[in-house]
């Protein structure tokens, strides 16, 4: 076969994207502010004012400060030592990133702190936060952690003072859909969000969420990386038109034409002004995710707050006809680009010279292939034997692995097509296998299945089915300490709420969903396995009141690392189902010897 050469550039970068010898200096640089200011500690949060999972370079605070640069966490910077809050995830992340002479890592809920957060503000002292940064329900929790032992209190950022060579902020081009990949008019939406509102009594809401605005509005843009995000407030009145904040920079006369009718555009630095100016209205704001600074706004200007949660969120995430169709012709597109990356893998892997980063870097050109792919969807979690079973692996060019043959490969990747968004996962097999490793991947395997094949009454939600999912790890006495799905975006964010497959997920699926369906296994120090498909929620065809799911991905699952007699009749059916789906959607688009192993590697067992 002719060698496949793969260009350098691709969406992802390698690069180290902290260096602990900087937290020193800069934590020194940050306490001489706090001391000038009179504060003992100040929080510094990893999220920006729009809670997303991505953030442009200029929010990246937390990143400054300590180095850690993983998607959840929160530092307290006291007058004398520091702590990094961090979640499961990045337990082994985090104190490889910083200063941990400096730092102390603490282990905690997901962007959450601890009571030793105690440790950090001395008794009767004052703990500082910016308030556009974080929300209601933070500021709630920490407070009740220092109750009778120090003050909260919010504060100019100290860490944008210190912060002499911050980034400008991202001013992006901007895109509106058609109707042809939004099947719904921003005016119809908008209208159905009001009248949700006149149902909660509410004169306006505040949205603070990029992809709420974003969706609402049929917009898109390139604010953040892997998200086609623009970041921006909005306040839409029960009756009239939107209004639409953003920085000056994207105020273009091409983006009012556009909007015209629809939003009205106004610069973000007006919002304080639009929000007091509210005073005497029932106003609908999220306490989960809108910055406490919108709340004390809207308080001091006499407005009655109701707080509920964003009512973008629920119709978002039920896709209608036109953003399914756009789905699945994405997974069209991405399958036509892992049957060849995986017939590519197959030849090169048993040869034992393929790295981590070269994996990823043949994965994305033959993703690039294809114009529409105009971004990953996340960071590509590219992990070689022992790296496999750290669940939320970034490979560098300091941690690049070469993976030697008979290891086990994991890669977990996603793209950006302009017709949606991608999310698959595939544990690889380089040339052998141990019966352990055969056992723990057909149990994730079973799992998997089990979702897929999942029947249940309307009003169920993810939480009350991801123990199908759970349960063949279980009876030996295993599971895997992540969710076994979350919600996928239409174009939009790779994970998205308000449901999900995981015990956290209690509101019910709905028609029109799009999740992911990822159980999992991981040995620590040797190998990890996790086998993803994205799935559709739809209505049970000849069962009334129920919902199934339909599965959208289109790539093999590596049939030889199962040990079949672990599979039952059903399960079997089932998988020659989904490879004979592969083969009929895919087959037609690949040629020559892509063709041919795929037509091996979709034939029924």
Same mark, same amino acid.
């Given at each position: 076969?002719?060698?496949?050469?793969?260009?350098?550039?691709?969406?992802?970068?390698?690069?180290?994207?902290?260096?602990?010898?900087?937290?020193?200096?800069?934590?020194?640089?940050?306490?001489?502010?706090?001391?000038?200011?009179?504060?003992?500690?100040?929080?510094?949060?990893?999220?920006?004012?729009?809670?997303?999972?991505?953030?442009?370079?200029?929010?990246?605070?937390?990143?400054?400060?300590?180095?850690?640069?993983?998607?959840?966490?929160?530092?307290?910077?006291?007058?004398?030592?520091?702590? *990094?809050?961090?979640?499961?995830?990045?337990?082994?992340?985090?104190?490889?990133?910083?200063?941990?002479? *400096?730092?102390?890592?603490?282990?905690?809920?997901?962007?959450?702190?601890?009571?030793?957060?105690?440790?950090?503000?001395?008794?009767?002292?004052?703990?500082?936060?910016?308030?556009?940064? !974080?929300?209601?329900?933070?500021?709630?929790?920490?407070?009740?952690?220092?109750?009778?032992?120090?003050?909260?209190?919010?504060?100019?950022?100290?860490?944008?003072?210190?912060?002499?060579?911050?980034?400008?902020?991202?001013?992006?081009?901007?895109?509106?859909?058609?109707?042809?990949?939004?099947?719904?008019?921003?005016?119809?939406?908008?209208?159905?969000?009001?009248?949700?509102?006149?149902?909660?009594?509410?004169?306006?809401?505040?949205?603070?969420?990029?992809?709420?605005?974003?969706?609402?509005?049929?917009?898109?843009?390139?604010?953040?990386?892997?998200?086609?995000?623009?970041?921006?407030?909005?306040?839409?009145?029960?009756?009239?038109?939107?209004?639409?904040?953003?920085?000056?920079?994207?105020?273009?006369?091409?983006?009012?034409?556009?909007?015209?009718?629809?939003?009205?555009?106004?610069?973000?630095?007006?919002?304080?002004?639009?929000?007091?100016?509210?005073?005497?209205?029932?106003?609908?704001?999220?306490?989960?995710?809108?910055?406490?600074?919108?709340?004390?706004? *809207?308080?001091?200007?006499?407005?009655?707050?109701?707080?509920?949660?964003?009512?973008?969120?629920?119709?978002?995430?039920?896709?209608?006809?036109?953003?399914?169709?756009?789905?699945?012709?994405?997974?069209?597109?991405?399958?036509?680009?892992?049957?060849?990356?995986?017939?590519?893998?197959?030849?090169?892997?048993?040869?034992?010279?393929?790295?981590?980063?070269?994996?990823?870097?043949?994965?994305?050109?033959?993703?690039?292939?294809?114009?529409?792919?105009?971004?990953?969807?996340?960071?590509?979690?590219?992990?070689?034997?022992?790296?496999?079973?750290?669940?939320?692996?970034?490979?560098?060019?300091?941690?690049?692995?070469?993976?030697?043959?008979?290891?086990?490969? *994991?890669?977990?990747?996603?793209?950006?097509?302009?017709?949606?968004?991608?999310?698959?996962?595939?544990?690889?097999?380089?040339?052998?296998?141990?019966?352990?490793?055969?056992?723990?991947?057909?149990?994730?395997?079973?799992?998997?299945?089990?979702?897929?094949?999942?029947?249940?009454?309307?009003?169920?939600?993810?939480?009350?089915?991801?123990?199908?999912?759970?349960?063949?790890?279980?009876?030996?006495?295993?599971?895997?300490? !992540?969710?076994?799905?979350?919600?996928?975006?239409?174009?939009?964010?790779? !994970?998205?709420?308000?449901?999900?497959?995981?015990?956290?997920?209690?509101?019910?699926?709905?028609?029109?969903?799009?999740?992911?369906?990822?159980?999992?296994?991981?040995?620590?120090?040797?190998?990890?396995?996790?086998?993803?498909?994205?799935?559709?929620?739809?209505?049970?065809?000849?069962?009334?009141?129920?919902?199934?799911?339909?599965?959208?991905?289109?790539?093999?699952?590596?049939?030889?690392?199962?040990?079949?007699?672990?599979?039952?009749?059903?399960?079997?059916?089932?998988?020659?189902?989904?490879?004979?789906?592969?083969?009929?959607?895919?087959?037609?688009?690949?040629?020559?010897?892509?063709?041919?192993?795929?037509?091996?590697?979709?034939?029924?067992?």
């Amino acid at each position: 076969m002719t060698k496949k050469t793969f260009e350098p550039a691709v969406f992802q970068s390698f690069s180290e994207k902290s260096d602990p010898s900087n937290v020193a200096p800069r934590l020194a640089s940050l306490r001489a502010a706090m001391q000038k200011a009179g504060i003992d500690a100040v929080l510094i949060p990893r999220a920006d004012a729009h809670r997303g999972e991505s953030v442009p370079a200029s929010e990246a605070r937390l990143a400054y400060i300590t180095g850690f640069t993983g998607s959840a966490g929160l530092a307290v910077v006291g007058r004398d030592k520091a702590g *990094l809050f961090v979640d499961s995830r990045y337990t082994l992340q985090a104190p490889a990133q910083t200063d941990t002479t *400096l730092v102390t890592v603490h282990e905690t809920g997901q962007g959450g702190v601890n009571d030793d957060i105690r440790l950090y503000v001395g008794k009767g002292g004052k703990l500082t936060y910016d308030p556009w940064l !974080h929300t209601p329900g933070e500021v709630r929790d920490v407070t009740q952690k220092l109750a009778g032992h120090a003050e909260v209190v919010p504060h100019a950022n100290l860490v944008d003072a210190i912060w002499t060579d911050r980034p400008h902020a991202p001013v992006s081009s901007i895109e509106f859909l058609g109707h042809n990949r939004a099947g719904k008019s921003a005016a119809d939406k908008i209208a159905d969000l009001q009248k949700t509102l006149a149902a909660d009594a509410a004169d306006a809401v505040v949205l603070t969420l990029p992809e709420s605005i974003c969706w609402l509005l049929n917009m898109r843009g390139r604010d953040v990386p892997n998200t086609p995000f623009v970041l921006g407030f909005a306040i839409v009145p029960a009756a009239g038109l939107p209004t639409l904040y953003l920085d000056k920079a994207k105020i273009t006369p091409e983006l009012t034409r556009a909007l015209d009718g629809i939003a009205s555009v106004a610069e973000a630095t007006s919002l304080g002004d639009a929000l007091a100016g509210l005073g005497g209205k029932a106003v609908l704001v999220d306490p989960q995710t809108a910055p406490i600074a919108v709340a004390d706004t *809207l308080g001091k200007a006499g407005a009655k707050i109701i707080e509920k949660r964003d009512p973008v969120l629920g119709p978002k995430s039920i896709k209608n006809e036109v953003e399914l169709s756009g789905m699945r012709e994405a997974h069209r597109q991405d399958g036509v680009a892992l049957a060849k990356f995986l017939h590519w893998f197959d030849q090169e892997a048993p040869k034992g010279h393929l790295t981590e980063i070269g994996i990823v870097t043949a994965l994305e050109s033959f993703r690039r292939e294809d114009e529409t792919c105009v971004d990953a969807s996340f960071d590509t979690i590219s992990g070689a034997g022992p790296n496999g079973a750290i669940v939320h692996y970034r490979v560098t060019t300091k941690t690049d692995r070469t993976l030697k043959a008979g290891e086990i490969m *994991l890669v977990d990747s996603g793209a950006q097509y302009l017709s949606g968004t991608t999310d698959i996962t595939r544990t690889l097999f380089t040339g052998s296998a141990t019966a352990e490793q055969k056992d723990r991947y057909t149990r994730v395997l079973k799992g998997m299945i089990a979702i897929s094949m999942a029947r249940f009454p309307k009003g169920t939600s993810g939480a009350q089915i991801d123990v199908l999912a759970r349960q063949f790890l279980w009876q030996d006495g295993v599971t895997y300490n !992540h969710g076994t799905g979350h919600g996928v975006g239409h174009f939009l964010g790779v !994970h998205e709420g308000p449901v999900g497959i995981s015990s956290r997920y209690h509101t019910p699926l709905e028609a029109g969903n799009v999740l992911s369906n990822e159980p999992g296994y991981y040995k620590t120090g040797e190998y990890g396995i996790r086998i993803e498909n994205l799935i559709v929620v739809r209505e049970a065809e000849a069962y009334p009141g129920y919902l199934d799911f339909e599965t959208i991905t289109l790539a093999p699952i590596d049939v030889r690392l199962i040990d079949r007699s672990l599979l039952t009749a059903a399960e079997t059916d089932w998988l020659n189902a989904f490879h004979a789906k592969v083969w009929a959607e895919i087959g037609p688009r690949v040629t020559g010897e892509v063709k041919d192993w795929l037509k091996a590697a979709t034939a029924a067992i």
